[in-house]
């Protein structure tokens, strides 16, 4: 069965610093991936897709961006984070070939920029 | 872009009850309609879709319906239970068999079924 996987599951980071969470995935090959930011408990905002390695689509202008090194890994970065990056950032993945909008969410990154 | 707007934002229904959520799409290109439930603490879930050359769609105490000509889809769920109680989102995208696969989500309603 395929799972997904977030890390880390909290994150305090000051203003400032940089920021890396990643996202995999098993148990599929050549899923479609998004990167998600949920604000308190509701709208859910689409930041990024990716249909293969290497290509990225990135929905929202701001101070993110995402890769995929892998078929399976999805890793969202900043290279200075804002106060107004902190949120909940939830991956999700889902198959191409079948019910493409069935999205299967991961359990999230807590991140708060102090 | 597609732009979903969902209402209501919060909603309160007796058991027993039901409840009524509606979203709005803007792109006529959308071809998908899914519907999540994200219970507190946990990850959002599909429940239901309906796609755009079907007008309802149900499933047990659950249903939806889907107008094209005025871009508005609703879920409606029957009978509410408590467990009902949830954070409910609509969803709207399209797929040409090309490499679109994004859905634009409603902003969520909270719904509360009290016994």
């Known amino acids: 069965s395929q799972t997904i996987h977030q890390w880390p599951a909290t994150l305090v980071q000051p203003v400032g610093s940089p920021l890396s969470l990643e996202c995999t995935v098993e148990?599929?090959?050549?899923?479609?991936l998004y990167w998600y930011r949920q604000a308190a408990g509701r709208g859910l905002q689409l930041l990024f897709y990716?249909?293969?390695?290497?290509?990225i689509s990135s929905e929202v202008p701001q101070n993110l961006s995402a890769s995929r090194p892998q078929d399976r890994q999805f890793i969202l970065s900043s290279k200075k984070l804002l106060l107004s990056d902190s949120g909940f950032y939830l991956c999700?993945?889902?198959?191409?070939?079948?019910?493409?909008?069935?999205?299967?969410f991961g359990p999230g990154t807590r991140l708060t920029v102090t | 872009g597609e732009n979903v707007e969902q209402h209501p934002s919060t909603l309160s229904v007796q058991e027993g009850d039901s409840a009524v959520i509606k979203c709005t799409y803007s792109?006529?290109?959308?071809?998908?309609f899914p519907w999540y439930k994200q219970e507190l603490g946990k990850r959002p879930q599909l429940i239901i879709d309906?796609?755009?050359?079907?007008g309802e769609k149900k499933d047990q105490r659950i249903a939806v319906t889907l107008n094209k000509t005025a871009k508005h889809f609703s879920l409606h769920i029957t009978e509410t239970q408590p467990e009902d109680s949830a954070v409910y989102f609509c969803?709207?995208?399209?797929?040409?068999?090309?490499?679109?696969?994004?859905?634009?989500f409603g902003k969520g309603t909270l719904l509360t079924v009290n016994p």
């Open positions: 999700a993945w889902s198959d191409p070939g079948g019910r493409w909008y069935e999205q299967y």
């Open positions: 148990g599929t090959s050549n899923p479609n």
């Open positions: 990716s249909v293969g390695i290497g290509q």
């Open positions: 792109d006529s290109a959308s071809n998908y």
């Open positions: 309906i796609r755009s050359n079907v």
């Open positions: 969803a709207a995208g399209f797929n040409s068999g090309g490499s679109n696969y994004k859905l634009t």
